[in-house]
């Protein structure tokens, strides 16, 4: 029974912390209604589906790689920098011979296992062909099963 006055603190202090938010916003809400400016702007809710928040430039969203210019070939060479530089492990190489002279590696298997991604950036970072971005924009990266968020090597590439 002795508990019972500390939830009843933690209750007040909640309903304190939510009426404090809600006043300060109606606030500045009010104060934006009659054209008075002030340095902070009330919070807004933005209705999600129908209406999207844009996204920084620098935003790191869903991989992709990039195309050789003219062709629909991967411009990785398969050095597994990324694979080797990236701290959850959730990336998988494996490489091939190419038939071009001018190339001398590709990537047969690429993988990269979104469940396990960390989002860091450290494999864009290490790729020094440029081959693998991170700049899609896509941030919907919602799935019912796990297998959908492993993306392979022609999911990479769209």
């Not at 202090?13 to 006043?23: C, E, K, L, S, V």
């Not at 993988?111 to 693998?132: H, K």
């Not at 492993?150 to 999911?155: A, C, S």
Request: glycine share 4%; charged share 30%.
């Amino acid at each position: 029974m002795k508990q019972a006055p500390a939830v009843l603190f933690e209750i007040l202090r909640g309903a304190w912390i939510t009426a404090r938010h809600f006043t300060v916003n109606m606030v500045f809400h009010t104060l934006r209604l009659f054209r008075i400016r002030t340095r902070r702007a009330g919070a807004v809710t933005i209705q999600y589906p129908e209406v999207k928040k844009p996204i920084p430039p620098r935003h790191r969203s869903l991989h992709r790689l990039m195309k050789r210019s003219g062709t629909d070939r991967p411009r990785c060479v398969a050095c597994m920098l990324c694979a080797t530089v990236c701290p959850s492990e959730c990336i998988v190489v494996e490489a091939a011979e190419d038939p071009d002279p001018d190339v001398q590696k590709v990537p047969s298997r690429f993988i990269i296992d979104l469940s396990r991604c960390c989002f860091c950036g450290f494999c864009v970072e290490a790729c020094p062909e440029d081959a693998l971005r991170m700049d899609t924009g896509r941030i919907d990266l919602a799935a019912y099963d796990r297998g959908d968020l492993i993306y392979d090597l022609e999911r990479l590439l769209r």
